[in-house]
């Protein structure tokens, strides 16, 4: 063969690769960590515990100022970032799944892994599902191929470990836990290598009670919490050079966060107090989106966000239309991680529960009531002090959550109200109880 004809055949190969690579369907990757706090992670500030592999993510990518979990509680935010939808809408509100309860993701919902199941992408969940503990309600049932992992919260008993809907492990030895849901999601990956795939990671920790192996204990400045999110960083890197060795890195979009802030461990950053609380530290959490051959490197964005518009983003990306029209409260964040856009949302509600305890938009939050110790302190009904509209927070000037500008800006205290009503009958979301009048 001719000099010529080689060369034109080596262009017209790789020209052709080009085009298949660009013609392939993508794939998705979400890693979820459980009660990790945004100032658990190096590029958010943490002086103690080091995340090389999601500090390069983020400087690879983009990560958010201002992205918030659908809920301040496990269940109900699992359940929101499959499904793109409130948590409320799903009936996921009264309490977190648990062995000995009926709560659960119900069959009628359709998940992320549905969605991209019926476009031909192979599905995997390798984590904790925590939507629902019996056969019928297993993650095989809603749409993933392969289940590697456990039910609920390792602090739940009992605590099993499954294969698909069969139980492997019991009791399980949780000191290799985060290695182990690598290990399934690096050969799940190897074995998806040329087919589109979405795999799904949702970690047991750093939710207590913490574990980790003799090689990470004592790695970290900050005790056995630092040592399991560091685990949790080598995991990521372990993912990145998977990718990167079988030459799908440039077609894979890979997102981190977390379920909620932190519980009793963990840094909630500069933010107002933890889990379970209607304030920033109850509800900001990390998240990084990767994607080389899309997203830009050395990004980072205030828009807020929150993890029910991971489902839409990817059937954006996906080019794969809503599953039931007009049934999705996210929206697609691509014109966000490529264009510099804003958010889609006016407003983002945030609940406690069945109610609406504090609303989201621009750099205002309103906060109507929030978690306190024995009971649940709500700040406008007719009794209040703060009547008739609540605590009022510029998140630019006051991020911390510290003053209320209620009475210097009633006008936008007003209309987020009225937001706050709007969304009380569109959700049939229950009206605020009359507690702590005395506040």
């Not at 945004?38 to 100022?65: H, V």
């Not at 981190?256 to 920033?280: H, I, L, M, V, Y």
């Not at 051959?293 to 980072?300: E, L, M, R, V």
């Not at 009633?410 to 709007?422: Q, Y």
Request: net charge negative; aromatic share 12%.
């Amino acid at each position: 063969m001719s000099a010529n004809k080689m060369l034109t055949l080596f262009l017209t190969l790789f020209f052709c690769s080009i085009v298949a690579a660009q013609d392939s369907k993508p794939n998705f990757i979400i890693v979820m960590a459980d009660d990790l706090g945004i100032g658990d992670l190096g590029l958010y500030g943490s002086e103690l515990i080091d995340t090389p592999n999601l500090d390069r993510m983020a400087s690879e990518g983009i990560y958010f100022e201002s992205f918030y979990a659908s809920a301040n509680v496990c269940t109900a935010s699992r359940g929101g970032l499959l499904t793109g939808r409130y948590p409320i809408r799903l009936g996921l509100v009264d309490d977190v799944a648990r062995p000995s309860n009926d709560i659960h993701l119900t069959e009628s919902e359709i998940t992320i892994a549905e969605a991209l199941k019926q476009e031909g992408y192979s599905t995997a969940l390798f984590g904790k599902w925590h939507l629902g503990s019996r056969v019928e309600w297993y993650p095989l049932n809603h749409g993933f191929d392969e289940f590697y992992g456990a039910l609920h919260s390792n602090d739940m008993a009992p605590f099993k470990l499954y294969r698909d809907d069969q139980v492997i492990e019991d009791p399980v030895d949780q000191t290799t836990l985060t290695q182990r849901y690598t290990s399934e999601a690096l050969r799940f990956i190897e074995q998806n290598r040329e087919n589109p795939f979405f795999l799904y990671i949702p970690h047991s920790f750093p939710h207590v009670p913490l574990f980790v192996t003799e090689e990470f204990e004592g790695k970290s400045n900050a005790g056995l919490y630092g040592d399991v999110v560091e685990t949790i960083d080598w995991s990521m890197g372990q993912i990145f050079n998977k990718l990167t060795e079988l030459g799908i890195d440039e077609n894979t979009m890979v997102i981190f966060t977390s379920d909620n802030g932190p519980w009793f461990e963990g840094s909630s950053g500069q933010f107002r107090n933890r889990k379970g609380t209607s304030w920033e530290g109850g509800l900001r959490v990390p998240f990084i989106a990767r994607w080389p051959s899309k997203i830009a490197a050395n990004q980072q964005t205030s828009v807020a966000a929150m993890n029910i518009d991971i489902f839409p983003t990817i059937l954006d990306f996906a080019e794969i239309s809503a599953p039931r029209e007009g049934t999705l409260d996210g929206k697609s964040l691509r014109g966000v991680l490529t264009n510099n856009e804003d958010s889609a949302h006016e407003f983002l509600y945030l609940f406690n529960n069945d109610r609406i305890a504090a609303v989201r938009s621009g750099k205002w939050k309103l906060v109507v009531e929030t978690f306190y110790r024995t009971g649940v302190p709500s700040f406008d009904n007719s009794n209040s002090y703060y009547a008739p509209y609540g605590l009022l927070f510029d998140l630019e000037k006051d991020p911390t959550e510290t003053y209320s500008y209620t009475r210097e800006f009633p006008r936008v205290a007003e209309e987020l109200r009225s937001h706050l009503i709007d969304g009380q009958k569109q959700f049939n979301s229950r009206v605020l109880p009359n507690m702590f009048n005395r506040l």
